[in-house]
């Protein structure tokens, strides 16, 4: 089978590339490693360098400014979105890369070899395609974090992206372990959930270069289960050209929000926490460390994060398993789909939570609601998407003390 060559010398756009102390203003771009924003960065109000945090109990407004303008247009909005990617990535998940100086890609018997190099150093790991036996090239794809645990949809290539390789998550000694530190050093500020997005987006980089891979890269999902949920959930925050992110019981640290979760742990629920997660693997920046007792001082909670995904595709599959937070989770994306409703597709963002099943055991009855989406968003056809249900009840009047504006 013949290897294909491609490479690339287009240069990285991201201004930041290690947190210091304290982290540096950046642009609003520095996030999205990405082009398919409308907004240029331009003409979004930077973050001040320092911060001074104050305490709010309640979920953030999504829809105002951290130097207090309101959002009342979508190119505003976008300027939050920025806005809320670098708060995230200074106090929970470390700095996102962008493109290294150089990113190669060879493709031979359905692996695909991703080569990156910046600063004198390289890596190279490789992802798996298993193609459809259905639809025809180029095919829309779903990357899935250590293979996903999702059936693969008809027509839709699927393909194995080793997340642990690019960051390991053992246990807290994992810190700093793969090649994502290979390439950036041990002390990389990016814990392990922004690491492997960074990789995603070399994935897809590497796609655009290898058109004999024949994946559509305008037509590409994210999804895994559990600890790799989490991660889908951030890829699809971080990397727009992925069109529909698919995070399946990813509980804390993906679609729970902290501060809902702290409140059901107070009342007694067995639940994941962020002052407990930390102290299991390095998914996070080790300067989240110092607000895990103090969570109602972050400027965000997951539904910012769950909120730069829109307008584009998110369906969040969960369980009712009660360390994972259903309840935090169903309150903290209905609390984001406010970003969807604000934008006009109020059904491009998708939550379904039906319990009864082992973890990550995906059931037949939540099939339907998945073909849905994957059927609108990577097959391009015009399904009914309005599926938003749970067990579990949400009070807005509890968590949320701002309004959902139409943008403009
Ligand atoms: C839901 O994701 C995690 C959870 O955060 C951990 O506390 C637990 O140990 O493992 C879950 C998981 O990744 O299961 C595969």
Same mark, same amino acid.
């Given at each position: 089978?013949?290897?294909?060559?491609?490479?690339?010398?287009?240069?990285?756009?991201?201004?930041?590339?290690?947190?210091?102390?304290? !982290?540096?203003?950046?642009?609003?771009?520095?996030?999205?490693?990405?082009?398919?924003?409308?907004?240029?960065?331009?003409?979004?109000?930077?973050?001040?360098?320092?911060?001074?945090?104050? #305490?709010?109990?309640?979920?953030?407004?999504?829809?105002?400014?951290?130097?207090?303008?309101? @959002?009342?247009?979508?190119?505003?909005?976008?300027?939050?979105?920025?806005?809320?990617?670098?708060?995230?990535?200074?106090?929970?998940?470390?700095?996102?890369? =962008?493109?290294?100086?150089? @990113?190669?890609?060879?493709?031979?018997?359905?692996?695909?070899?991703?080569?990156?190099?910046?600063?004198?150093?390289?890596?190279?790991? *490789?992802?798996?395609?298993?193609?459809?036996?259905?639809?025809?090239? !180029?095919?829309?794809?779903?990357?899935?974090?250590?293979?996903?645990?999702? !059936? #693969?949809?008809?027509?839709?290539?699927?393909?194995?992206?080793?997340?642990?390789?690019?960051?390991?998550?053992?246990?807290?000694?994992?810190?700093?372990?793969?090649?994502?530190?290979? $390439?950036?050093?041990?002390?990389?500020?990016?814990?392990?959930?922004?690491?492997?997005?960074?990789?995603?987006?070399?994935?897809?980089?590497?796609?655009?270069?290898?058109?004999?891979?024949?994946?559509?890269?305008?037509?590409? =999902?994210?999804?895994?289960?559990?600890?790799?949920?989490?991660?889908?959930?951030?890829?699809?925050?971080?990397?727009?050209?992925?069109?529909?992110?698919?995070?399946?019981?990813?509980?804390?640290?993906?679609?729970?929000?902290?501060?809902?979760?702290?409140?059901?742990?107070?009342?007694?629920?067995?639940?994941?926490?962020?002052?407990?997660?930390? =102290?299991?693997?390095?998914?996070?920046?080790?300067?989240?460390?110092?607000?895990?007792?103090?969570?109602? *001082?972050? !400027?965000?909670?997951?539904?910012?994060?769950?909120?730069?995904?829109?307008?584009?595709?998110?369906?969040?599959?969960?369980?009712?398993?009660?360390?994972?937070?259903?309840?935090?989770?169903?309150?903290?994306? *209905?609390?984001?789909?406010?970003?969807?409703?604000?934008?006009? @597709?109020?059904?491009?963002?998708?939550?379904?939570?039906?319990?009864?099943?082992?973890?990550?055991?995906?059931?037949?009855?939540?099939?339907?609601?998945? *073909?849905?989406?994957?059927?609108?968003? $990577? $097959?391009?056809?015009?399904?009914?998407?309005?599926?938003?249900?749970?067990?579990?009840?949400?009070?807005?009047?509890?968590?949320?003390?701002?309004?959902?504006?139409?943008?403009?």
């Amino acid at each position: 089978i013949p290897s294909t060559q491609a490479s690339s010398t287009i240069p990285t756009t991201t201004l930041v590339t290690s947190v210091t102390s304290p !982290p540096p203003a950046s642009s609003a771009s520095s996030s999205s490693a990405t082009r398919a924003t409308s907004t240029s960065a331009a003409t979004c109000s930077a973050l001040p360098g320092s911060i001074s945090l104050k #305490a709010n109990a309640k979920l953030n407004d999504l829809f105002t400014m951290f130097n207090g303008d309101k @959002v009342t247009t979508k190119d505003k909005f976008a300027c939050r979105q920025a806005e809320m990617s670098e708060l995230i990535q200074r106090y929970e998940l470390g700095t996102l890369p =962008g493109r290294p100086a150089t @990113v190669t890609a060879s493709f031979s018997g359905n692996t695909l070899t991703i080569n990156c190099g910046d600063s004198g150093k390289s890596i190279s790991f *490789t992802v798996t395609i298993t193609y459809p036996s259905s639809g025809s090239a !180029p095919y829309p794809a779903i990357i899935g974090y250590g293979g996903g645990s999702l !059936p #693969a949809p008809a027509g839709v290539a699927m393909i194995n992206f080793n997340n642990d390789n690019i960051a390991a998550q053992v246990n807290t000694g994992s810190r700093g372990q793969g090649k994502f530190y290979d $390439l950036y050093g041990k002390s990389h500020s990016a814990g392990a959930m922004t690491a492997w997005a960074w990789g995603v987006s070399r994935v897809i980089d590497a796609l655009e270069l290898t058109p004999s891979a024949r994946i559509d890269t305008t037509r590409i =999902g994210v999804t895994g289960c559990s600890r790799n949920g989490k991660g889908a959930m951030v890829a699809g925050a971080f990397e727009k050209r992925i069109v529909l992110t698919l995070p399946q019981e990813s509980g804390a640290g993906g679609s729970a929000c902290w501060r809902i979760s702290d409140y059901l742990k107070s009342q007694g629920a067995n639940i994941q926490t962020a002052s407990e997660i930390i =102290g299991e693997d390095p998914w996070f920046a080790t300067a989240f460390n110092s607000y895990v007792n103090q969570v109602p *001082t972050l !400027p965000f909670d997951h539904h910012s994060l769950a909120a730069l995904i829109a307008p584009r595709g998110l369906f969040v599959i969960d369980n009712n398993i009660d360390w994972l937070g259903p309840q935090s989770c169903f309150g903290c994306m *209905t609390a984001a789909r406010s970003a969807w409703q604000a934008l006009g @597709v109020p059904n491009n963002i998708g939550y379904s939570q039906i319990g009864s099943h082992a973890h990550c055991a995906f059931p037949s009855n939540q099939q339907s609601q998945l *073909t849905a989406f994957v059927q609108k968003f $990577l $097959l391009n056809q015009s399904t009914n998407t309005a599926i938003f249900q749970s067990d579990f009840t949400f009070s807005p009047s509890q968590w949320v003390d701002w309004t959902t504006p139409t943008l403009s």
